[in-house]
């Protein structure tokens, strides 16, 4: 293992049975994958440290799990194993806080159109989604409130209320 990599992403859990303390949340994402009842978009809202983004990739790697048991990612097929390798290009973390103008918003309006590459969602986790402001954060509703089916939006943030 690089021991170049922080902390938190060489010990980042890599299924929900590892992450610790979110035993609601987990059972619900579970569930969700589990039924194949998945909604459109989630709001993970915490103190900074609480596993917002870690549950979010979870999410995202277990809806893509070629295999998964009872909504929990096998860790073993390819799509999983890209995952833990920052290298599945259907999941797509963006940090709101330096890509919040509206061409970045424009730019991610026109590639929620495209279907996944490799999974069966595409799956954008927005960290630090209270920073969108103004005319980006209206053009992005709008791609919120109607994205495509093969689309689940995942918003992280450490103050919900400040989210348009």
Known sequence: MDVSLCLYRKYRPRKFSELVGQTVAKKTLMNAVKTGRVSHAYLFSGPRGTGKTTAARLLG??????????GEPCCRCDNCRA??????????????????SIDDIRDLREKVRYAPARGRYKVYIVDEAHQLRGAAAHAFLKTLEEPPQHVVFVLATTEPHKFL
Not at 61 to 70: G, Q, R
Request: aromatic share 4%; proline share 0%; charged share 30%.
């Open 83 to 100: 995952v833990d390798e920052g290298a599945f290009i259907d999941l797509i973390e963006i940090d709101a806080a330096s890509t919040s």
């Open 61 to 70: 790697k277990a809806l893509n799990c070629l295999s998964h048991k009872d």
